[in-house]
């Protein structure tokens, strides 16, 4: 597959006709730990790169669903220590230190929480008892709709990588995907202010590396919604105000965030929605990117006097409170 010019023109278009797929796996792009607000790749860093690029376990999402054993800082002292390089040593050190997945081990466990949307998910209005082949529907509704589809992809893109394997010359026929995924500038815990973060891999495109890169070289209008811009706190103020409105809605995410029972959420994925609605939200600029096998994102623009064409439409700032006063009025809406 060859990159084409991406026309910046295709990131601002308006909602129009299009028909949104939200790709969202059952494990979401920042799921909650029961450790607390960090995500796995920051509570563990250069152990869970080693693990999710060698491929320890073909399920990528076995590693981030583990339980530690003993505080993270620990388990990376000592990982540090024993220096486990190869994949059989790295499964060999998590299988010792960590809880895996009845998946893993085979045995069946009960749920460690009440956490779940199914309750809220049957009562809406799409709730059906089975779904069509995820694959078979998307490269369905694109040639259906040549054109006028915009795929909104907010978890790792296998979906998006087996779509392209399986028929690229229909993919390509989207209007646009955006994603929320990657990190150009900044990384984790960089909210703009205080001690900058260098760039990280970026969970969506962490857990499946080759399906990120398919998607960055399909020659598709793409839109990238990356750490740089999706680090939007839910902050006391804003829950106060969201919880107290009584909607069905907002009841429902009441509930879903006390059996979180963590604190401060961040909306790494609205932004997606809020660009699509409103693109001034966060404006994009044309960059190169390319996926690198350890799944950072690396902005590539070329020398001066020979530019490589973009590939993305990119937004590496977002105004927070320009966000937050459009989706909490959206969201608190009766």
């Known amino acids: 597959m060859t990159a084409e010019r991406i026309s910046p023109r295709a990131c601002r278009h308006g909602l129009g006709p299009a028909l949104w797929l939200a790709l969202l796996p059952i494990a979401s792009a920042q799921s909650p730990t029961n450790l607390g607000l960090d995500p796995p790749q920051v509570l563990f860093k250069d152990l869970f790169i080693a693990v999710q690029t060698a491929q320890v376990f073909p399920d990528g999402k076995l590693f981030p669903d583990a339980v530690p054993n003993t505080a993270p800082d620990d388990i990376l002292k000592q990982f540090h220590a024993e220096q486990p390089n190869s994949p059989a040593a790295l499964k060999q050190f998590v299988e010792a230190h960590f809880a895996l997945p009845s998946e893993v081990s085979g045995a069946p466990s009960p749920p460690k929480t009440t956490f779940t949307q199914r309750r809220y998910a049957e009562a809406g209005h799409f709730a059906k008892p089975s779904h069509p082949d995820a694959i078979a529907f998307i490269l369905d509704q694109i040639r259906r709709y040549p054109g006028q589809i915009t795929l909104i992809a907010i978890g790792p893109l296998m979906n998006l990588g087996a779509a392209i394997d399986k028929d690229p010359a229909t993919f390509r026929k989207l209007k646009r995907v955006i994603i929320m995924g990657g990190s150009i500038k900044r990384g984790y815990g960089d909210l703009g202010f205080g001690p900058p973060q260098l ?89 190169h990117i390319r996926i690198d096998e350890r799944g950072f994102t690396r902005p590539e623009p070329g020398p001066p006097n020979a530019p490589i064409v973009p590939n993305a439409q990119v937004c590496l700032n977002s105004n927070p409170d320009s966000f937050f006063r459009f989706y909490l009025n959206r969201v608190a809406a009766p």
Not at 223 to 249: H, I, N
Not at 259 to 277: K, N, R, S, Y
Request: with cysteine; aromatic share 8%.
């Open 199 to 287: 760039p990280q891999p970026e969970w969506n495109i962490l857990n499946d590396i080759p399906s990120a890169q398919k998607l960055f070289a399909a020659g598709v209008p793409l839109c990238v919604m990356p750490l740089d811009a999706t680090q939007l706190k839910l902050d006391e103020v804003k829950r106060a105000f969201l919880f107290s409105q009584g909607t069905p809605l907002t009841d429902a995410l009441t509930l879903l965030y006390h059996q979180w029972g963590q604190e401060t959420p961040t909306l790494f994925d609205p932004m997606t929605i809020a660009f699509l609605v409103n693109p001034s939200l966060c404006p994009v600029q044309p960059m």
